[in-house]
């Protein structure tokens, strides 16, 4: 199992380049946060607004998002105050270190497509997969 930031969910649903690997490690099952979902569709919100993307496709992803089986989704509240901790350290928004802390918690690897997420992931002790 893998944890999966909001930048690697926004480059599936978005088809970015590089979505493909993203597309298989969901299908082995992937675990990630609420905020997610938000931060996904705050990204697919502007791509609609930029004609990148219709809105109706976006509505069609959300709702498939929100039911999704292949991604669980854990509650970040256990994880606030550690990840507040990391995000102090390393001048990172709480965001992301929330992300960095669920992979510590789980030991799982991270899936990013944030370089700078992805060494910060790897100065906390966190194996990080940049997609």
């Known amino acids: 199992m893998k944890v999966a930031d909001s930048s690697a969910l926004v480059k599936y ?6 979505w493909e690997k993203v597309r298989e490690m969901i299908l ?13 569709a705050n990204a697919l919100w502007k791509k609609a607004l930029n004609g990148e993307i219709r809105v109706e496709d976006v509505e069609k992803i959300l709702a498939d998002l929100r039911r999704s089986d292949a991604i669980k989704f854990e509650s970040q ?8 901790k990391i995000a102090v350290k390393n001048k990172v928004t709480v965001y992301d270190a929330l992300f960095i802390e ?3 918690h789980l030991k799982a690897e991270l899936v990013t497509s944030d370089s700078k ?11 990080a997969i940049v997609v």
């Open 117 to 127: 997420q992805a060494k910060i992931a790897e100065k906390e002790g966190v194996k």
């Open 13 to 18: 649903f978005s088809r970015e380049e590089g």
């Open 28 to 40: 082995e099952g992937l675990v990630s946060l609420p905020l997610s979902i938000k931060e996904v």
């Open 102 to 104: 669920l992979s510590k």
């Open 77 to 84: 509240n256990r994880y606030l105050i550690s990840a507040f």
